[in-house]
């Protein structure tokens, strides 16, 4: 019994170690703007699928 509380606090402190380390806080830009307009080229296939794909049914309506 007394092992198996000491494992589970154990456990328990690690996953909260690693749940509020400092990496897990990492300011990681999830895209990169350029010439003040420009995206990677990552981000804007993205932003073309999400337009032409899910944006007919999840963008915000324009008619109030």
């Not at 019994?1 to 749940?19: D, E, H, Q, Y």
């Not at 990681?28 to 080229?41: A, F, I, P, R, W």
């Amino acid at each position: 019994m007394k092992n198996n509380l000491r494992r589970t606090f154990s456990l328990v402190l690690l996953a909260n170690l690693l749940a509020f380390s400092p990496l897990s806080f990492a300011e990681d830009k999830l895209y990169t703007v350029t010439d003040g307009n420009v995206l990677d080229e990552e981000t804007y296939k993205g932003f073309i699928i999400h337009r032409n794909q899910c944006a007919r049914c999840h963008a915000p309506s324009d008619k109030a």
